[in-house]
């Protein structure tokens, strides 16, 4: 199975920072990558597919980059709804793996 | 507006089989473009894919599951269901039913990705 690892798996930031988070692939997977934000108690919501796409009715203060195997996903500048748990996702194989997650606090 | 709704028990026996139904509505099943599929994740833990499902009944499991594992789909009632058998402690989750859209790129093959979520059905596994 391809592994993805996030870092940091926590980050504490301030209202306005620009935050960035990573996600690293075992193995080259293109731009087979998918982000997600989870808040507690609810299901993930889909932010980013394909590496730097936006997903409709997302805001513009999310982005992402990245190919082969190393990614990010920016936060341009936090807002108070955006403190939750950040996963990436690969699909360049069908067997689905997701990143241990990163959880960003309020500092 | 899309509509992913799970349904089943909250509470299994251990060794017994885990059953869910994912409930799709304000959309077809049978479309050609989406698959179908279940993603868990134990109390305070990341997220797992379980496995997926195409409207013909093609399936795709996840390899540590697959031995204990049956996805169906009812393409006349827009569902489609899990079935976990011999199940543990370690099977207790929210188990979350979810569709997969596509992106299609030039020159690479289709992009998979969650874009619609139900809310979740936890189970806990306890005598």
């Known amino acids: 199975d391809i592994q993805m690892t996030q870092s940091p798996s926590s980050l504490s930031a301030s209202v306005g920072d620009r935050v960035t988070i990573t996600c690293r692939a075992s193995?080259?997977?293109?731009?087979?990558l998918n982000w997600y934000q989870q808040k507690p108690g609810k299901a993930p919501k889909l932010l980013i597919y394909?590496?730097?796409s936006l997903q409709s009715g997302v805001t513009s203060r999310f982005s992402g980059s990245g190919s082969g195997t190393d990614f990010t996903l920016t936060i341009s500048s936090l807002q108070p709804e955006d403190f939750a748990t950040y996963y990436c996702?690969?699909?360049?194989?069908?067997?689905?793996?997701f990143g241990q997650g990163t959880k960003l606090e309020i500092k | 507006q899309l509509h992913l709704q799970e349904s089943g028990p909250g509470l299994v026996k251990p060794s017994e089989t885990l059953s869910l139904t994912c409930s799709v509505s304000?959309?077809?099943?049978?479309?050609?473009?989406?698959?179908w599929g279940w993603v868990r994740q134990p109390p305070g833990k990341g997220l797992e894919w379980i496995g997926s499902?195409?409207?013909?009944?093609?399936?795709l499991y996840n390899p540590s599951l697959k031995s204990r594992l049956i996805i169906s789909v009812d393409t006349s009632k827009d569902q489609f269901s899990l079935r976990l058998s011999s199940v543990t402690a370690a099977d207790t989750a929210v188990y979350y039913c979810?569709?997969?859209?596509?992106?299609?790129?030039?020159?690479?093959?289709?992009?998979?990705?969650?874009?619609?979520w139900g809310r979740g059905s936890l189970v806990i596994v306890s005598s």
């Open positions: 979810a569709r997969l859209g596509m992106f299609l790129p030039p020159g690479i093959e289709g992009i998979r990705y969650f874009d619609a």
């Open positions: 996702q690969q699909s360049y194989s069908t067997r689905y793996t």
């Open positions: 499902i195409f409207y013909t009944g093609r399936t």
């Open positions: 394909a590496a730097s």
């Open positions: 193995q080259t997977i293109n731009i087979y």
């Open positions: 304000n959309g077809s099943i049978s479309s050609r473009t989406y698959y």
